[in-house]
């Protein structure tokens, strides 16, 4: 079956597609500042982009949209309300005695965990490596320099803006906030090898004898 013709993958494609565009309103509508909202969200724009110019070349597994999708909602709610401000971490700092509000550790989490998913479809699918221990390797590898480029990209960030910087770094005075940015992005994505590869190796086969 051509990877074009009608399948559950772009069902979810299309569901996902919704409910962005439904989260890109929401949290444009609330956003406290407008530029941090616009950086934040910017990089599930960029992936809806990518996901629907490349469906027809290959349909992600239904478990990867699934991810993204949630990642997606992740940035627009920080970007929404700024990661120093969402809701959910001033709970958990009421729930488990935090000093500060940890919503952006959640997304340097999820920026490990989705992404090993991603790298991990693309180098089965794409460029055919069957050692899982290398695609294993190769995925923390590129979860560490996308989280690591992403650091960069706040350090230019800070310059550029200055002192407009703040609400997008989100840091709340911790030294230490992009080593430990930098390590839940790589816990993130070593659980998702862990947890998630045998069932996303079943979707992988699956979709490929649907493509084919």
Not at 156 to 181: V, Y
Request: charge should be neutral; glycine fraction near 8%; aromatic fraction near 12%.
């Amino acid at each position: 079956m051509p990877a074009n013709a009608s399948n559950p993958p772009t069902k979810v494609l299309v569901i996902l597609t919704v409910l962005w565009l439904i989260g890109l309103l929401l949290s444009g509508w609330i956003a406290k500042d407008r530029v941090t909202w616009l950086l934040e969200i910017f990089p599930a724009v960029i992936a809806l982009v990518v996901m629907w110019s490349s469906r027809k070349r290959m349909e992600l597994t239904t478990l990867l949209y699934v991810l993204i999708a949630i990642h997606g909602l992740i940035l627009m709610l920080g970007g929404a309300y700024t990661y120093a401000r969402v809701p959910l971490g001033f709970w958990m700092q009421d729930w488990f005695g935090f000093t500060r509000n940890n919503y952006d550790k959640i997304g340097h989490f999820a920026q490990g965990f989705i992404p090993a998913i991603v790298a991990r479809e693309v180098l089965i699918r794409v460029f055919a490596l069957r050692s899982r221990k290398l695609v294993a390797f190769l995925c923390v590898a590129i979860c560490l320099a996308v989280s690591s480029a992403y650091e960069l990209i706040e350090w230019g960030a800070a310059l550029a803006l200055g002192q407009g910087a703040d609400e997008f770094l989100g840091t709340q005075g911790d030294p230490w906030d992009t080593q430990s940015d930098m390590f839940l992005a790589l816990i993130g994505a070593i659980s998702a090898l862990l947890l998630l590869s045998r069932w996303h190796d079943r979707q992988i086969a699956a979709r490929d004898a649907t493509s084919a």
